[in-house]
């Protein structure tokens, strides 16, 4: 876009909780070409991804940083940008402010990588981060899980010459996690991923399948193994009764369970406490005050965290 309820913004703006225009926010020429994604950093400066190769008449290709007024922040270490295509189509903040950036390009500020990077919250390269092993096509979303391993989606088929169609895992440090298995994937691109509850992901894009079973542009899967997170009824975890009414007691079979939270289906926390008995004994529970659905019941120990799926009527 070029402008936004009549006054010129050039494909990035800023607008309050009403949807009106946020004056205050002025990028001025603002970039070349289109935003793909941004994400707002903890003090107010704003990551952009996209097609460009300038922001107010600055050469900076693919990726920038701006303050919070829209001007660009010339303190954000990226040099020139992105090589090659020099195209970003996502962008994620993790929570220590690292940043995770994908797209179709070759190198970032002269260091070489292929189609992916993390950057440092400065915009320098984490070299911690391997990312050289060649992806064929763009990421085009990640979602960072609880332990630190990242969900990517995309356009690829293929990592390092192994078949990864459109969906793979990546451990902390970049290398990718082959317990994750999707089997035949999907067969077309992956837009967007999410996690509705602990160990449930949500995966939408130009789809029809998932592993051969027919899914029209979204799909859940199940059981993640990352979080350690079972989707289905524990064997060590009892709920009773379950369903439920609103009232149930959790029984641990481990004494070094810490923990308890529940989720609702939407992932939100609804309940969350300390245990502190030193010995697996029923632990009462109630969620009378919320609505007939069903929840995650989720228990932390020391070296696993656990859920089970609970129905209240």
């Known amino acids: 876009f070029s402008s936004y309820d009549g006054v010129p913004r050039e494909c990035v703006a800023r607008i309050h909780a009403d949807g009106s225009l946020d004056p205050t926010f002025d990028p001025g020429v603002g970039p070349s070409n289109y935003v793909e994604d941004c994400a707002v950093q903890a003090d107010g400066k704003i990551i952009i991804a996209g097609r460009f190769d300038s922001y107010a008449g600055v050469n900076i290709k693919g990726l920038a940083r701006l303050n919070a007024d829209g001007t660009l922040d010339t303190g954000f270490l990226i040099g020139p940008g992105l090589g090659g295509l020099g195209m ?51 990421i085009r979303d990640f979602l960072v899980q609880i332990d630190g391993k990242i969900i990517a989606g995309g356009s690829f088929t293929t990592y390092d010459g192994l078949s990864m169609p459109h969906l793979l ?24 991923v999410a996690e509705q509850a602990p160990g449930n992901l949500l995966i939408g894009g130009y789809f029809t399948s998932y592993n051969g079973t027919g899914r029209n542009f979204i799909a859940r899967l199940l059981n993640d193994n990352s979080t350690l997170v079972p989707s289905s009824v524990s064997a060590d975890n009892t709920l009773f009764p379950n369903p439920t009414d609103g009232s149930f007691t959790v029984t641990p079979s481990d004494a070094n369970i810490t923990e308890l939270i529940v989720h609702d289906a939407l992932g939100r926390t609804i309940l969350k406490r300390t245990i502190t008995r030193a010995r697996p004994i029923p632990y009462p529970v109630d969620l009378g005050g919320e609505p007939a659905g069903v929840y995650f019941v989720t228990l932390i120990g020391q070296d696993q965290i656990r859920t089970t799926r609970l129905v209240k009527r």
Do not use: M, W
């Open 88 to 138: 970003a189509t996502t962008c994620t903040l993790q929570d220590d402010g690292k940043i995770l950036v994908s797209g179709v390009f070759n190198s970032v500020n002269g260091t070489p990588v292929s189609n992916r990077v993390r950057l440092l919250p400065d915009g320098t390269v984490d070299p911690t981060f391997t990312c050289t092993a060649v992806i064929d096509a763009p």
């Open 169 to 192: 895992r990546f451990n902390s440090d970049g290398t990718v996690d082959p317990s994750f298995e999707i089997g035949a994937g999907t067969d077309g691109h992956v837009y967007t």
